[in-house]
């Protein structure tokens, strides 16, 4: 379907509403927010909105301005269809750009069936999580799974707006993960599998070398590095065709939310954020977090329950950044080393570190965040395969690569901001560490060399967008397309 100049737009959609991010760090007032229903009424909006930018939100979980516009916000929530359909005997599901993950997997579980992956939360919409490579850990991100897309951009002749489907070859690699800079996704066709079950256990570990060791037997763990206890903690997770104990299941469920969801983050809040007490913080994470840890359990359940957490509980900020496997424990000994510099200014950095540091121009303003932060929750690390997407987090020739997620819960402190700040330039810098799209991270550290593929993602992009309209502000900037 196309849409030219001359057709009108029906008048419906909210002026100057206040537009807020789930961590609460992202506020503005695009132009106009509307919630269209048909893809004729997105093209239209979109041709009368082409001198204005135009932008997509979804369940507003990034913590990066994706989503910032003066001009047309359109919100896609009522593109949320679910339909089971097989092609050439591949069973796949076809969905609505606005329908959260967690819909989408309650739906395909219904037939047995799920993601090939998830990622930690469900709270997203389809079209949010893959353009911004959303990713759970052993696996490649669901923006590697999608099988074809339909997205409204501009004709050939740049004259008009269309809505057509994205099937393969380069283009929809570029697609996949597309910071909404090809268009406006209104549906994504995934590959699906039958549903299968995880075993979970969670043990200790004394160092990085141990950690990755139990990968062999346990693909699709995450680990942790604990702050002030300095050491790992591994949630080792398998496929299994145990059928698992129903009760001490059901148990260990119960026994994940209180301790792990709620308990943990709970006391973050209560030391960390209201009494803003450093020795609770140490005291909680060196004494007492060890003792809350069962590591005997070794629970079964399906993978859309085992692999995900109830993350978006409470609010936060996150940077998330990506190093390859074999830059891995370099780059986790330097971020150690700089919590313990920023929580303790009397910390010497090893001479590792200082001439890492003195290579890339920043061993001069370590003194910036010697005891300015003291870090209050655990450091997420997570396996990444290499996805089949130009510009995802973890495209590229094939290796592992992991994140590391720092978050903070006291979301309005110039502290973490510009402790993560350094630490990402730092990565950048020296690894060629890659930010995730979604998540806070220091715009002006990001290169073009950190995706190998970015110039012939570009050309993709002018060929669906030649005036930029979707790709004003943060989107364009990033990818080095500010008009």
Same mark, same amino acid.
């Given at each position: 379907?196309?849409?030219?100049?001359?057709?009108?737009?029906?008048?419906?959609?909210?002026?100057? &509403?206040?537009?807020?991010?789930?961590?609460?760090?992202?506020?503005?007032?695009?132009?106009?927010?509307?919630?269209?229903?048909?893809?004729?009424? /997105?093209?239209?909006?979109?041709?009368?909105?082409?001198?204005?930018?135009?932008?997509?939100?979804?369940?507003?979980?990034?913590?990066?301005?994706?989503?910032?516009?003066?001009?047309?916000?359109?919100?896609?929530?009522?593109?949320?269809?679910?339909? =089971?359909?097989?092609?050439?005997?591949?069973?796949?599901?076809? /969905?609505?750009?606005?329908?959260?993950?967690?819909?989408?997997?309650?739906?395909?579980?219904?037939?047995? =069936?799920?993601?090939?992956?998830?990622?930690?939360?469900?709270?997203?919409?389809?079209?949010?999580?893959?353009?911004?490579?959303? *990713?759970?850990?052993?696996?490649?991100?669901?923006?590697?799974?999608?099988?074809?897309?339909?997205?409204?951009?501009?004709?050939?002749?740049?004259?008009? /707006?269309?809505?057509?489907?994205?099937?393969?070859?380069?283009?929809?690699?570029?697609?996949?993960?597309?910071?909404?800079?090809?268009?406006?996704?209104?549906?994504?066709?995934?590959?699906?599998?039958?549903?299968?079950?995880?075993?979970?256990?969670?043990?200790?570990?004394?160092?990085?070398?141990?950690?990755?060791?139990?990968?062999?037997?346990?693909?699709?763990?995450?680990?942790?590095?604990?702050?002030?206890?300095?050491?790992?903690? /591994?949630?080792?997770?398998?496929?299994?065709?145990?059928?698992?104990?129903?009760?001490?299941?059901?148990?260990?469920?119960?026994?994940?939310?209180?301790?792990?969801?709620?308990?943990?983050?709970?006391?973050?809040? !209560?030391?960390?954020?209201?009494?803003? +007490?450093?020795?609770?913080?140490?005291?909680?994470?060196?004494?007492?977090?060890?003792?809350?840890?069962?590591? +005997?359990?070794?629970?079964?359940?399906?993978?859309?329950?085992? !692999?995900?957490?109830?993350?978006?509980?409470?609010?936060?900020?996150?940077?998330?950044?990506?190093?390859?496997?074999?830059?891995?424990? &370099?780059?986790?000994?330097?971020?150690?080393?700089?919590?313990?510099?920023?929580?303790?200014?009397?910390?010497?950095?090893?001479?590792? &570190?200082?001439?890492?540091?003195?290579?890339?121009?920043?061993?001069?303003?370590?003194?910036?965040?010697?005891?300015?932060?003291?870090? *209050?929750?655990?450091?997420?690390?997570?396996?990444?395969?290499?996805?089949?997407?130009?510009?995802?987090? &973890?495209?590229?020739?094939?290796?592992?690569?992991?994140?590391?997620? =720092?978050?903070?819960?006291?979301?309005?402190?110039?502290?973490?901001?510009?402790?993560?700040?350094?630490?990402?330039?730092?990565?950048?810098?020296?690894?060629?560490?890659?930010?995730?799209?979604?998540?806070?991270?220091?715009?002006?550290?990001?290169?073009?060399?950190?995706?190998?593929?970015?110039?012939?993602? =570009?050309?993709?992009?002018?060929?669906?967008?030649?005036?930029?309209?979707?790709?004003?502000?943060?989107?364009?900037?990033?990818?080095?397309?500010?008009?």
């Amino acid at each position: 379907m196309t849409s030219g100049p001359g057709n009108s737009v029906p008048e419906r959609g909210n002026y100057g &509403s206040e537009v807020t991010n789930f961590g609460g760090n992202v506020r503005f007032r695009p132009g106009r927010l509307v919630m269209p229903r048909t893809e004729t009424e /997105v093209c239209r909006l979109v041709m009368q909105h082409r001198a204005d930018g135009v932008r997509v939100v979804g369940s507003r979980h990034a913590w990066s301005p994706l989503i910032r516009t003066e001009g047309l916000l359109l919100d896609l929530r009522h593109f949320d269809s679910v339909r =089971l359909f097989e092609d050439a005997g591949q069973l796949l599901v076809s /969905v609505g750009a606005g329908c959260q993950i967690s819909r989408l997997l309650q739906s395909l579980n219904r037939s047995g =069936l799920t993601l090939p992956s998830v990622g930690l939360i469900t709270e997203q919409t389809v079209a949010g999580a893959i353009s911004t490579a959303t *990713h759970g850990s052993g696996r490649h991100s669901l923006s590697h799974y999608v099988q074809r897309l339909r997205v409204v951009q501009f004709n050939s002749a740049g004259d008009g /707006v269309e809505a057509r489907w994205i099937e393969g070859g380069a283009e929809l690699r570029a697609a996949r993960c597309s910071l909404g800079a090809m268009g406006v996704v209104t549906e994504v066709v995934f590959a699906v599998v039958p549903q299968y079950r995880i075993q979970e256990q969670m043990v200790a570990a004394g160092s990085l070398t141990e950690v990755l060791q139990m990968e062999q037997e346990t693909p699709l763990q995450q680990f942790f590095l604990i702050p002030h206890l300095w050491s790992f903690y /591994v949630q080792r997770r398998c496929e299994s065709t145990e059928r698992g104990g129903r009760w001490t299941d059901e148990l260990y469920r119960v026994y994940w939310f209180l301790v792990m969801d709620l308990g943990l983050h709970l006391i973050v809040l !209560l030391t960390a954020v209201f009494l803003r +007490s450093r020795s609770l913080v140490k005291l909680f994470y060196s004494k007492l977090l060890p003792w809350a840890i069962v590591s +005997s359990w070794k629970p079964v359940d399906r993978s859309d329950r085992q !692999l995900v957490m109830e993350h978006e509980l409470f609010r936060h900020i996150e940077e998330e950044l990506f190093v390859r496997r074999r830059d891995l424990a &370099s780059a986790l000994a330097l971020v150690r080393d700089l919590l313990r510099v920023a929580d303790d200014r009397s910390w010497r950095l090893s001479e590792e &570190s200082c001439n890492q540091l003195r290579q890339v121009g920043l061993l001069g303003e370590v003194s910036e965040i010697e005891g300015q932060w003291s870090h *209050h929750y655990p450091i997420c690390v997570r396996r990444v395969r290499a996805d089949a997407a130009m510009i995802s987090m &973890s495209a590229g020739d094939g290796e592992d690569w992991y994140s590391i997620s =720092l978050i903070s819960y006291e979301r309005s402190r110039p502290e973490f901001l510009r402790f993560a700040g350094f630490v990402g330039a730092a990565l950048i810098r020296l690894y060629g560490a890659r930010p995730h799209w979604g998540k806070w991270f220091p715009e002006g550290e990001i290169r073009a060399d950190l995706y190998s593929e970015l110039p012939e993602f =570009l050309s993709w992009v002018r060929r669906a967008d030649p005036e930029g309209v979707f790709r004003r502000g943060f989107t364009g900037r990033v990818l080095g397309m500010s008009e």
